[in-house]
C-alpha cells in the first residue's frame, strides 16, 4: 500500500443504505445493513422503534437479520428429504445446532433503491447440507407509522427446494426502558422445546392459564423467554403482536399469513456503550425450529417458482 493512502478497515456490518424522508407528514429514518440485510435503525419523528447498535460492530443476538432458508434451529444439523440425509454445519456449537439459515453473515447487493424503499439481494448456492440454488431479495419501504418488509424467494436450481423464513428485530418504544415494556403476542398455542438444546418436543399446548399466555401482555423484565408460539390469530389477513409502553403508547409487529410462528427471546445483556440494556425480540416465521424435520410450516418450492411474504413494524403514538 502506498504511503499517502490510509488504510480503512472493513465495516463487520458492511455497507449502510440509509434511508431519511417525510412520509405523510412523519420523519423517517431506516438504516439497513449489508450484512445480513440486518435492520439496524428505524426512527419515525425521532422515535426509536428497534433497538440499534453500531456499525462498527456485529449484529447482537443477530439483530434485525434475515434468517433464510430457515429460521431457528435445526437439530444436530440433520435433515432428509427423499431418503438422502444431509449434515448442515454446526453454527450454534453450544447446543450441536444448525441456527439461523445460511445468509446471517453475507453481503447483499443493492438492487433497487428510490427516495423511500431499498431492495437488497443475496444467493444461495448449493452447498454442504443444502444441495439448492436460490435467489432472494428483501425490500423495506418506509410508510407512514414505520416500515414494510417483503421477501421474495425463487428457486433457480432443478430440484425441489425446502425454504421458511424469519427475521430478528428487537423493538422498542422510543427511551422508554425494555424491561418495562410489555410484550404481546397474540397466539394461542406455545411450542414446547427442550430446555438445554431448544430444540421442539413435538407438543404444541394451549397458553390458556399458563405463564406463555401473552395475548394480553407480560412486562418484559418478568418474561423469561426464546419460546416460539403457533396459530397466531389472523384478522383481515394480518397477525399483529409487539410491545406496549405504560404510557400508552407500542411498537406493533404486524405480518401477512405467510408468517403464522413468531419467535420471542428476552435478554438482559444486549450491548450498548456504557454495559448493557433489556431487549427483547419479536421474529416473524413462517415455520418454527427444526421445521426441516418436522415439517411443520416448510414450504416446498418447485424448480422456477417463486414464494413471498411480508411484514412490517409501526408506531402507535
Do not use: K
Not at 397466539?187 to 406463555?212: C, F, K, M, S, W
Not at 420471542?264 to 424435520?293: I, R, S
Amino acid at each position: 500500500m502506498p504511503d499517502d493512502v490510509t488504510y480503512v478497515p472493513r465495516l463487520p456490518t458492511g455497507q449502510q443504505h440509509e434511508l431519511t424522508a417525510e412520509v405523510d407528514g412523519r420523519f423517517q429514518r431506516l438504516v439497513i445493513a449489508e450484512v445480513g440485510a440486518a435492520l439496524r435503525v428505524l426512527q419515525v419523528d425521532g422515535t426509536d422503534l428497534v433497538q440499534s447498535y453500531p456499525d462498527h460492530a456485529r449484529p447482537p443476538f443477530c439483530s434485525g437479520i434475515v434468517l433464510a432458508p430457515w429460521p431457528n434451529r435445526i437439530r444436530d444439523g440433520i435433515w432428509e428429504q427423499d431418503g438422502v440425509t444431509h449434515q448442515l454445519d454446526i453454527t450454534e456449537v453450544d447446543r450441536e445446532n444448525a441456527i439461523h439459515g445460511l445468509l446471517q453473515h453475507s453481503p447483499y447487493r443493492l438492487a433497487e433503491r428510490d427516495e423511500v424503499s431499498v431492495t437488497l439481494a443475496a444467493d444461495v448456492h448449493p452447498q454442504r447440507g443444502y444441495p439448492f440454488a436460490l435467489e432472494t431479495s428483501v425490500r423495506y419501504e418506509l410508510t407512514g407509522s414505520g416500515v414494510r418488509v417483503t421477501h421474495v424467494i425463487r428457486n433457480v436450481g432443478s430440484a425441489d427446494a425446502p425454504v421458511a423464513v424469519g427475521t430478528h428485530p428487537f423493538l422498542r418504544v422510543g427511551d422508554v426502558p425494555t424491561e418495562d415494556l410489555e410484550v404481546v403476542i397474540d397466539a394461542p398455542t406455545h411450542i414446547e422445546v427442550d430446555p438445554v438444546r431448544l430444540n421442539p418436543t413435538g407438543v404444541q399446548a394451549p397458553v390458556d392459564g399458563t405463564r406463555y399466555d401473552l395475548r394480553q401482555g407480560v412486562r418484559v423484565r418478568d418474561a423469561q423467554l426464546d419460546d416460539a408460539w403457533a396459530d397466531a390469530r389472523v384478522v383481515d389477513g394480518v397477525t399483529r403482536h409487539g410491545v406496549q409502553a405504560p404510557d400508552g403508547r407500542r411498537t406493533e409487529i404486524w405480518a401477512d399469513g405467510e408468517f403464522t410462528y413468531w419467535q420471542v427471546f428476552v435478554t438482559p445483556w444486549y450491548p450498548v456503550a456504557d454495559g448493557h440494556v433489556w431487549a427483547v425480540a419479536v421474529e416473524p416465521m413462517t415455520a418454527p425450529a427444526d421445521a426441516f424435520n418436522s415439517g411443520d410450516g416448510l414450504i416446498t418450492l418447485a424448480p422456477g417458482s417463486e414464494w413471498s411474504g411480508t411484514w412490517g413494524i409501526d408506531l402507535h403514538d
